[in-house]
């Protein structure tokens, strides 16, 4: 079935308004964050923030130095395509496999375009 951009949009907005990818998305960011916030509010693994789960974001961490996970990854058949509520049902459906991180949008952003957040292990 081919789906119009339109229904795409729609159908992408139903999966992100569902009451249970809001939890899920949730178990993900505190999952991923607990090594730092040690707690269950989620928080940025750069920076710290977490004032608001709304401007953190599930940041693939390889690239860099997890060639191991990465592979683990494409066994669990990961695939760069995945993100937002796709991303964060297949991290859930798969169990919380290692090779992600928490990061806010400006820091992931930044990691992004220059390789790292420029101020890594910084105070902020
Ligand atoms: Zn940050
Ligand atoms: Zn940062």
Redesign the pocket.
Known sequence: MVQTDEERKANQKKNRDKPESKENRLKVLQYYSKNLSHSDVPC??????NSHIE?LTIDHIAGRQEMDSEHNLKKLKYTPKLSGTALVIWITKNNFPKGFQI??????QTKGYYGK?PLENKQ?
Not at 44 to 49: A, I, R, S, W
Not at 103 to 108: Q, V, W
């Open positions: 940025c693994n750069c920076c710290g923030l401007f990061l806010c949008h400006n820091c992931n957040c902020h």
